[in-house]
């Protein structure tokens, strides 16, 4: 079974403003699990937020977080307008530090190496625009705490003492330039989020007593009836009791198509209302909506590590000390072993130490994962982790469930068709009577159909109204019984009154993977009705896209009858089927497939799939038809019901692994080219910083192209 959530059993929620890497993220981490009090803490970085099971306060929170300055608020707090970003609030620092070394340089030029005047503006350079970063280096020097600010302060610091005062000025400044892509490119992944919360309004248009007055959406209680007007957004989740109108509901499908909508059909917070006034009541508190949700998911699914990240995080945990051994014996190993220049190789081994430096290679992994699970959520595909996201890509097996999933889960009459001397209209006449004496689902649906083609309604006296167990229904009209009831019922008890037209009928629609209801008495037929729960339009062209894509096991897995069944799948594209399955059995022919080592996911609505999708590999809800079990049950919710984002999800999964695989090859091949310059002298700071300043645009640039559609 899939690993479940780690549930706190003390837990405090925190929001973290000043987070410029993930290195410091995981360095806070481990800050605060030593506090006393704490039993454990997990920090999200892209959704910046620390959960914490103990006791502890903001206070102490901060001083934990003091190496990087951070900010600690409660997730209830608003964020402020001085939120810690290195790109926005230390521009003119950086700004001020960069145009210092440009003088510097510009008097270098003009003045010999070594004249006070350079070598002045390029210490208030370094000064400016390093203090914080040499700050916590030494600090870190001190405890032993080998991260990126050690590296680049040991490696200024020794190009200072041999006089090399320009190029330390340029690599501090390149290097806060690097550090502010990281942080501009984790802003832009995280926007994903804020752009969900966004479209939830912060107050409510509140009846009472007939008078409207405004309410903030925390302290509306269920049950309350709310007002919105047209061009407003649905604030709460809720059901129509009043008006009619069509919303965008964009918000949690990712479709912007309006949809219709009147009394008692179910709106959720964050949509449209675009034409009428609306009623509404409400059914969940703010912090229990489907946007609610949505926006907690993707903020969890951001925050957990891929595979691939695990692995980079393991890496870089090996590269770090690795680079600083390499450095440290380029620095002493040609002067001892072949009396080459002290002051030459010392240099050589310091721009080692800051070409070694691993910012690109950290952000290579969470920065492509955080873009494409924030943008797939606006595209209404809730991806629930990186891990999956991963899956997604590897996929070559795929099982349906038929009813809602295949199909659009709403039988509609297909065919009415009378017995020789009955009339259509008499037909449904009988139909309407009897069938409005059940609840079955089947029954609502033909029901609904008489009434839209009869002309004209007769009131026939109806008595003695009786279920038929699992069969159907049977009732008095004008002293003669009448059943609708199914065909096994009728050759069980009545098979007489089966011609042999109405037998072969009766079969050509049963192969054509309809159900049937037949209409009668004990003596006579009075004609056929026929439903069926229609393919989905976009069925065929999903089958027909995941093949091209390489996911050849394609199964449905349903309850249904055989013909129905194999009806159903021959329309879809042509799928292999396995029908008359309980949910169990479903279950075990997961089991199955995934004994043959195929990597298989399981689609369904999320109710009695449940333990199909938990087994598959990887298991993919269809979130508009149970919203709440799908968000629950499922690895991945596609909440516009819309087949053709499976798709969609394998080619954004096999572009984030290609984007990932690139990144790591940027951060590492540039490193690489920069060190091959070693053996002959000729790596310099300034290049050794633009390699790596180089690595970090390159893999910034490249996971951003994830925000496209």
């Known amino acids: ?360 290679l950290v952000i290579s992994t969470p920065v492509a994962i955080v873009t494409a699970i924030g943008n797939s959520a606006k595209q209404g595909i809730l991806i629930k982790g990186g891990v999956y996201l991963e899956k997604a890509g590897k996929l070559n097996s795929l099982a349906f469930d038929k009813t809602g999933t295949l199909t659009k889960g709403m039988p509609a009459v297909t065919n009415i068709l009378p017995e020789d001397g009955v009339s259509g209209d008499d037909l449904l006449m009988i139909i309407y009577h009897v069938e409005k004496q059940s609840n079955h689902p089947l029954a609502k649906t033909l029901v609904s159909y008489a009434s839209e083609h009869l002309e004209r309604l007769k009131d026939l006296p109806i008595a003695n109204v009786e279920a038929i167990t699992g069969k159907g229904v049977k009732a008095d009209i004008n002293g003669e019984t009448v059943f609708a009831a199914s065909p096994s019922y009728v050759q069980e008890y009545h098979p007489h009154t089966l011609s042999e037209v109405m037998q072969h009928k009766l079969q050509r629609l049963e192969q054509q993977g309809k159900t049937t209801v037949v209409i009668g008495t004990s003596s006579r037929l009075y004609g056929l009705a026929a439903l069926r729960d229609d393919v989905r339009e976009e069925a065929r062209v999903v089958v027909s896209a995941l093949k091209q894509l390489g996911v050849s096991e394609l199964v449905m897995l349903t309850g249904d009858q055989r013909y129905t069944a194999e009806a159903i799948g021959q329309e879809a594209g042509g799928i292999r089927v396995m029908s008359n399955l309980l949910p169990d059995e479903k279950l075990l022919e997961i089991k199955s497939l995934k004994k043959k080592g195929k990597t298989i996911a399981m689609v369904g609505d999320g109710m009695n799939d449940a333990p199909a999708l938990a087994r598959a590999d990887l298991g993919i809800a269809m979130g508009g038809t149970g919203t709440d079990t799908a968000l629950e049950t499922a690895d991945i919710a596609l909440m516009s019901d819309d087949l053709k984002k499976i798709p969609y999800l394998i080619k954004l999964s096999r572009k984030t692994l290609t984007i990932i695989k690139q990144n790591i090859a940027f951060s590492l091949g540039l490193k690489l080219l920069a060190l091959m310059l070693v053996p002959f002298g000729w790596l310099t700071l300034w290049i050794a910083i633009m390699a790596d300043m180089g690595a970090t645009l390159l893999v910034t640039l490249n996971s951003l192209r994830l925000l496209k559609k």
């Open 1 to 360: 079974m899939k690993k479940k959530v780690k549930r706190m059993s003390n837990e405090q929620q925190f929001k973290i403003d000043g987070f410029s890497c993930a290195n410091c993220a995981a360095r806070f981490e481990r800050n605060v699990k030593n506090l006393p009090g704490v039993k454990d803490a997990q920090v999200n970085f892209p959704a910046e937020k620390i959960v914490i099971d103990g006791e502890v306060s903001v206070s102490e929170l901060e001083q934990a977080g003091a190496f990087e300055n951070l900010k600690v608020r409660s997730t209830d707090e608003e964020e402020t307008k001085e939120r810690r970003s290195f790109w926005h609030k230390n521009r003119l620092q950086v700004s001020l530090s960069a145009i210092l070394a440009a003088f510097g340089w510009t008097f270098h030029f003009i003045l010999h190496d070594q004249h006070v005047l350079p070598v002045t503006l390029f210490l208030i350079s370094i000064i400016v625009g390093g203090y914080a970063m040499f700050w916590q280096g030494l600090k870190n020097i001190r405890q032993l705490v080998f991260d990126m600010k050690t590296l680049m302060t040991i490696a200024i610091i020794g190009a200072a003492l041999i006089g090399e005062w320009g190029e330390a000025a340029v690599v501090v400044v390149l290097f806060a330039i690097s550090e502010a892509l990281e942080t501009y490119s984790m802003d832009k992944a995280r926007k994903s989020i804020r752009s969900l919360v966004e479209k939830g309004p912060k107050e409510a248009r509140v009846i009472t007593n007939g008078q409207e007055e405004m309410v903030l959406v925390e302290d509306v209680r269920i049950g309350t009836e709310i007002s919105v007007r047209p061009g407003e957004k649905i604030p709460l989740d809720g059901d129509i009791i009043a008006g009619t109108s069509t919303l965008n509901e964009a918000a949690i499908t990712g479709e912007s198509i309006p949809v219709d909508k009147t009394i008692d059909d179910p709106v959720y917070a964050g949509t449209l209302n675009e034409e009428g006034l609306l009623t509404i009541r409400v059914t969940k508190y703010v912090k229990d909506t489907t946007l609610a949700k949505i926006i907690h998911l993707v903020e969890e699914a951001q925050g957990e590590r891929a595979p691939a990240q695990q692995f980079i995080d393991k890496f870089a945990s090996y590269y770090t000390p690795a680079i600083m051994l390499l450095a440290f014996l380029l620095m002493i190993g040609p002067p001892l072993l072949l009396n080459a220049p002290w002051e030459e190789w010392i240099y050589l081994g310091l721009a080692t130490l800051v070409v070694g430096c691993p910012c690109a």
